[in-house]
Nanobody, 128 residues
Framework: QAQLVESGGGLVQAGGSLRLSCAAS????????MGWFRQAPGKEREFVAA????????YYADSVKGRFTISRDNAKNTVALQMNSLSPEDTAVYYC?????????????????????WGQGTQVTVSS
């Protein structure tokens, strides 16, 4: 049974940093593109970042580019999201997700509905 468990969320002041982690079990981790999504109160879920199965490529939403870094460790079945220069607009529940699919010349998808497995989410709150 696939399971993704996020950790590392919390309360931080604007300008601070947090590191989220996601531990996967029950899947062949290296076969999946791993992504992070977030959902703020009253807003739709949005794509944040994705890392290729091999870990050699990453893709970011424009809103986090240059501030967030996604990485994975296939030996430990984990994916991380380092978040720097946080702002109140980054406040949301953050979810990690696993996507088995491929999309021709593009290795990632920003559409949450194509991801196969999801974690339960971890709250990130950034105070001003």
């Amino acid at each position: 049974q696939a399971q993704l468990v996020e950790s590392g969320g919390g309360l931080v002041q604007a300008g601070g940093s947090l590191r989220l982690s996601c531990a996967a079990s029950g899947i062949t981790f290296s076969r999946y593109v791993m992504g992070w999504f977030r959902q703020a109160p009253g807003k739709e879920r949005e794509f944040v970042a994705a890392v290729r199965k091999s870990g050699t490529s990453t893709y970011y939403a424009d809103s986090v580019k240059g501030r967030f870094t996604i990485s994975r460790d296939n030996a430990k079945n984990t994916v991380a999201l380092q978040m720097n220069s946080l702002s109140p607009e980054d406040t949301a529940v953050y979810y990690c997700a696993a996507d088995l699919g491929s999309y021709g010349s593009r290795w990632y998808s920003t559409e949450g509905n194509v991801y196969d497995h999801w974690g339960q989410g971890t709250q990130v709150t950034v105070s001003s």
